[in-house]
């Protein structure tokens, strides 16, 4: 499923709930106001607007990408470097989970037509993402000798 959804913002940069959003609210709705901003972000991140997409950082922003070894320093920085990456990129989501400062989404990163299994760790500081870690795994095939004991996944 992919989110596909208008993304409005509000004068001062943030990302702004719509009424769906707000009515599952509640008295201490912060948790509420992350998971929307999330929903946002992928679907901005979908829909390649790095306008929207990079809202949900803080300035002094740093992503960090283990398997490469690279930091990105600077909520700009971070949105030059995906500004500039030459590939289509589609994003499916498959769950997002957390609360509070901690949040975790797994999702489908697809370059090109080529799947990569995604998870992206982001730490929030207020309403804002200080420090989000993504891992990336590609598919691979099932062994023979585990057949009798699993089920096939929808890989989508």
């Known amino acids: 499923m992919r989110l596909r959804e208008s993304i409005p913002i509000v004068s001062d940069g943030r990302l702004k709930m719509n009424d769906a959003q707000k009515s599952g609210q509640d008295s201490g709705g912060r948790d509420q106001e992350i998971r929307a901003a999330l929903d946002q972000h992928w679907a901005a991140s979908d829909a390649n607007d790095a306008d929207t997409e ?65 998870v992206s760790v982001m730490e929030f500081r207020g309403d804002k993402v200080w420090r989000e870690t993504q891992y990336f795994a590609d598919p691979f095939p099932a062994p023979a000798w585990r057949a009798q004991l699993v089920e096939r996944m929808d890989n989508t």
């Open 54 to 118: 990079d809202l949900i950082y803080t300035d002094d922003a740093v992503l960090e990408y283990p398997q490469s070894g690279e930091l990105t320093r600077g909520r700009i920085n971070i949105q030059k470097q995906r500004g500039i990456q030459p590939n289509k990129k589609r994003f499916t989501i498959r769950r997002i989970i957390g609360s509070g400062d901690l949040w975790v989404t797994e999702f489908i990163l697809s370059y090109d037509g080529k799947p990569s299994y995604t």
